[in-house]
Structures are given as C-alpha cells and as structure tokens.
C-alpha cells in the first residue's frame, strides 16, 4: 500500500507528464487523444510508473503515438523536474494501460449478449 507522501508526489508527477504531453510535445506522430490514467511510484520515490492510455482510430495510430511519447521521455522528465520540489527528479517508465479498452470490450460483450437474448425470448416485454 503506498504512503501518503507516494501518493502526492503521484499526484503531481501525473498532472505534470499529462500537461508536458498535452501543452508541451509538438511531435505529429502523436494522434488521438493521451491520457495519463495512473502513476505508481516506487517507495523511495525515484522511479515513477506512468500508465498512458491512447484513443486513436488505428492501432498504429496508437503504436505511433506511444512510440513518440518514450522517444519524448527526457524532454517529459524535464517538465516535471520544473514542477517538482524534490530533491531529485523521478525516472519515468511508460506502459500502455489497456484496462479501459478491456473494459469497453466487456461492456460489448455484454449487450451483445443481451441482445442476442431479447431476440430469442421475443423482446424486451417478457
């Protein structure tokens, strides 16, 4: 369970990578939409574990995207460094965080059996 000060500093590494990736990166490789959903920070608070999940229409649209966040990843460290007052400036490791996409998949997979039994029972009335 992380502590308190893990959790504020996770706080604020998040707000700053989401506005460096958002306001600061001008890299045309990065499509769609980028959101930082969360930060695991390490107990002695110098390595942070960004979690990015990226909505694009192609999947290669999203590698692309992904790809050119890593490649950014210094100039992103940089940023937070700037809003982080700390002794030392965490070491970013991204990963794609799939759990939303799981989760539409899911919620799919839900109506679609729903529907399928609407049609088998003779609609929604019985």
């Known amino acids: 369970m992380p502590t308190r000060r893990q959790e504020k500093v996770a706080r604020v ?3 700053a990578v989401s506005d ?5 990166l001008n890299d045309p490789r990065i499509t769609g939409f980028v959101s930082v959903t969360r930060v695991e920070m390490s ?5 942070a574990e960004v ?11 999203k590698n692309q995207s992904f790809v050119a966040i890593e490649h950014a990843r210094k100039r992103i460290q940089s940023f937070l ?3 982080l ?9 991204f990963h794609r965080d799939e759990q939303f996409q799981r989760t539409l998949e899911t919620m799919r997979l839900i109506d679609q059996a729903a529907s399928e039994y609407q049609d088998r029972t003779g609609g929604p009335d019985e």
């Open 13 to 15: 590494v998040k707000e």
């Open 20 to 24: 460096a990736i958002a306001n600061h």
């Open 43 to 47: 107990p002695d608070l110098r390595n």
């Open 51 to 61: 979690y990015l999940s990226v909505f694009a229409e192609a999947a290669s649209a």
């Open 81 to 83: 460094g700037a809003a």
């Open 85 to 93: 007052d700390s002794k030392f400036c965490p070491v970013l490791r």
